[in-house]
């Protein structure tokens, strides 16, 4: 090839970085991808500074045969340093399942984490506050980090909260060193907080997110052992949009789900309450009442939801578009008359193992709402997928 004034030869090989680069973008095909750094050294380096994410062999922030494969790889600083030093435009790193990376080995991040977005240190059981405390300082611009099954304490959680005040998305579940103090040290210091798992920690109430940020909407607290006081603080934003506080650990009575009716849980569109033994018709009747945009919501297992309850649901969840009732011992027919003559806009009602419930009403339920999908599967797993 020729150049325009045909005096010397050119190829691909004079194209500038620029245009490098946006051909490399615009390859779809992953082993093309790999095979564009096999070209020569420049074009490796084109393809290392083009990299957004990395995740290892040992990793299993998505499960796959490779990482199964791998569990005890003795993944270390070194490794860690040499990858950062190549890939140096990262902005999402999962370092889960590297059991034997220590504090030391985070010092890397102080070089190469200025534009990390997303951090993943699910079940690193070797880094303590001091490690995240220094990753917190080497990423200010993280929106979003995980920490499943970590040793991280409340003084590491405030001192992450304090450097890293973008934060969107935190992932503390199986924290069991997390307690009320360190969730209101982050709800307070990031104000732009919109989705927290506290899933397992049985240490914590929900009363630290009182006074929190107006943005945050997704709150996952299963298994947890929320008070009253502490499901007013969860919901005391305003912007609660998903509220998971499942499972038998629960244990709240009476009036423990009321603050949900009085007008802070308005924004409520997804809510579950799987597990929830000792839920009872005051508690679902204001629910029902003051949360007019429910879209979802489970009440499987929800055993002490009687007849009022039911009627309360169909004259009141007019918004209500999948609603879950496996295994509830007290939907009889009455209820489920309920349920047919209102949630107009009912599309899917996930029910089996309701004992009181005879062959006979349900065909009638199909009869008159034959676009109601009723489907017998427990589906355990609603509402997005943060942190998976």
Known sequence: MEGPSGDRPTSIMHLPDDCLFFIFHWLDCFSDRESFGLTCRRWLQIQNLSRRSLQFACSFTHLSLSSLSHPNFNFNSFHLLRLLSRFRNLQTLSLAGCIYLTDSGLTTLQYCGSNLQSIYFDCCFSITDDGFSLAAAACPSLAVVSLCQCKITDVGLANLAKACSGLKQVNLSYCRYISDHGLR???????????????????????????????????????????????????????????????????VCGDGLAALGTGLGSSLKILNLRLCRTVGDESISAIAKGCPLLQEWNLALCHEVRISGWISIGM?????????????????????????????????????????????????????RGNVYIIEAENMCIGPKLFR
């Open 185 to 251: 040290a982050l709800s307070h210091g990031c104000r732009q907080l919109q989705a927290v798992r506290i899933s397992f920690c049985s240490s914590v109430t929900g009363v630290g997110f009182r006074g929190g940020s107006s943005t945050l909407a997704y709150v996952e607290a299963e298994s947890c052992n929320p008070e009253p006081q502490g499901i007013e603080g969860i919901v005391s934003g305003g912007g609660i949009e998903y509220l998971d506080v499942s499972c038998r650990s629960w244990h």
């Open 316 to 368: 009141n969840c007019n918004n209500l578009e999948k609603l879950h009732v496996n295994g509830c011992r007290n939907l009889c027919n009455n209820g489920l008359l309920a349920l047919r003559n209102g949630c107009r806009r009912l599309s899917i009602l996930y029910m089996s193992r309701c004992a009181k419930i005879t062959s006979a009403a349900l065909e009638l339920f199909k009869c008159y």
